[in-house]
């Protein structure tokens, strides 16, 4: 998930260029993503940043994560509240 596909670019009116990708969403659906801009390089770099600041498809940017029992016991013992030893 958050994966993207080969870049294509288009041409359009008014001499606008069309940067497009398909994007696995972070639901799992693929999406087509695009952005346009005055040159072929504007366009990519508008996409990347499209892509780069993707939100969830309920709007949150917040994508759950599992805990990590070995950094939270790493944490802990680091601070004193755990023992290596348990």
Do not use: Y
Not at 37 to 52: C, N, Q, S, V, W
Not at 64 to 71: E, G
């Amino acid at each position: 998930m958050g994966t993207t596909g080969k870049t294509l670019f288009v041409s359009m009116s008014k001499g606008q260029i069309q940067a497009r990708a398909k994007f696995r969403d972070f639901d799992g659906r693929i999406r087509l993503v695009a952005k346009h801009g005055r040159t072929r390089a504007a366009a990519e770099r508008a996409l990347k940043i499209e892509l780069t600041n993707r939100q969830t498809p309920g709007g949150s940017s917040v994508i759950a994560v599992a805990a990590n029992p070995v950094r939270d016991s790493s944490a802990r013992i680091s601070v004193g509240k755990k023992s290596p030893g348990l």
